[in-house]
């Protein structure tokens, strides 16, 4: 593999007062994390803010503008604390009413009688948007500009994902190889540092754990969208972590 | 209560490259959340960046700015890729050395001997910043300004904020009361929007979940630092739910 790599990144935004109070602890980063890293796609940074138009506004418009993808999870619910897509509306400066094809999903799941102000909510769209199906429980997310909106119910937003994904540009994927160094993060930091410089096209994380045994021991794990770059830096890791005596 | 209530705000910044790319699923957020939180202390956002020193420096920026008090995870090991100290350093524009009472911590738990140029990168510590202690394994995190720089292993986090803890100013905690609706969201949300309309002191959440039998239900939480405030939501909270017919 040779010359200019196009590189897909994004960016994730978690909307919810729930998850800053830390009466939930989100599962979305960590699932969204993994999956877009398995599709060659870049995750390069993560917000969380609260059900605050003002902080949604800001932080989607600052990441829109940096990565080729934004995620968002939570707030699309049929309550008064579900403010993500008036706010997305309101950061791409477009108009907001109720989308038909939305209406129309919503009816698949939802008895006409039963379909009041509240639910109908679900059904508001930003203008411009594609809808985003939900197979659990139909109210939809969508897709405006670079910016795709879902729900924050684990569930359904890995199913949303899983509808988006074949419509995403992916990139190359990064490949990855695990060193286990039988050996102290402090005793291979220095010869690390050294492979590292030495293989510029690839990246190196350490990572300490304990072992079966109880003692530290170190995960290296190295990275390159290229397969023989990374077996050139995974073998000088691999020589390294030999030649420390373990202790 | 009455009167100003001094509001003391957080922000988190989870640093690392093993957390975007899903490799480690973040277990601090919600620790951490769940304890400033308890102390009264609001955190109002995260960001969560790569091993990248101008993405560390412009995210500690912008979070220093806004809020009381910035938690930071990961980073401040031996290795070359625990770039947090020095990138923090330049955030605030001061030297960074070897600081010696740092390293009379790593003394403590590791032989002269072994004191290598790895191992003394933990002892590295922005001038002017104080030591938050390890009881775990030494190495020292810091608290320079208003930002607390703290271990990316959760046992070391959490005994760091142990630590720190004792020393922040903390808030009027914000009371929480929980009232099981019994009823599906899509029939509490207008009803419910009434109430939080008319109760603007105190914050309305509604989360949705499959209750016992299978049934949607939503929990309601009721959020607010006035204890008769508090009250007085959610009584109209729970006539409001009890009214609503289950089904």
């Known amino acids: 593999m040779s010359g200019a790599v196009e ?52 932080a989607v418009n600052a990441l829109r503008a940096r990565y080729t993808y934004v995620f968002t999870t939570g707030g699309i619910g049929p309550t008064h604390d579900d403010i993500t897509a008036d706010s997305i509306a309101k950061a791409f400066g477009v108009p907001i009413h109720v989308d038909p094809r939305a209406r129309a999903m919503l009816l698949e799941y ?65 490949l990855s190889e695990t060193v286990r160094a039988n050996a102290r993060e402090g005793d291979i930091g220095g010869p690390l540092k050294l492979i590292a410089e030495a293989h510029p096209d690839v990246t190196i994380g350490s990572y300490p754990f304990l072992d079966e045994d109880g003692r530290p021991n170190s995960n290296l794990v190295v990275r390159s969208r290229d397969p023989e770059k990374l077996a050139a830096a995974v073998a000088a890791v691999r020589a390294m972590a030999a030649a420390i005596p373990r202790r």
């Open 110 to 174: 939802i008895k006409p009688e039963d379909l009041n102000e509240a639910r109908l909510r679900m059904a508001r769209i930003p203008a411009g948007a594609e809808l985003v199906p939900n197979p659990v429980s139909k109210a939809p997310g969508f897709w405006i500009g670079n910016v795709i909106v879902m729900a924050g119910v684990p569930t359904i937003m890995q199913a949303m994902l899983d509808q988006v994904a074949p419509k995403l540009r992916t990139g190359v994927q990064v």
């Open 7 to 58: 590189l897909v990144t994004a960016g994730i935004l978690v909307i919810g007062d729930e998850i800053l109070s830390g009466r939930t602890k989100d599962r979305n980063i960590g699932y969204i994390a993994e999956y877009l890293t398995g599709i060659g796609i870049d995750l390069r940074e993560v917000r969380v803010v609260p059900d605050i138009e003002d902080e949604i506004v800001g």
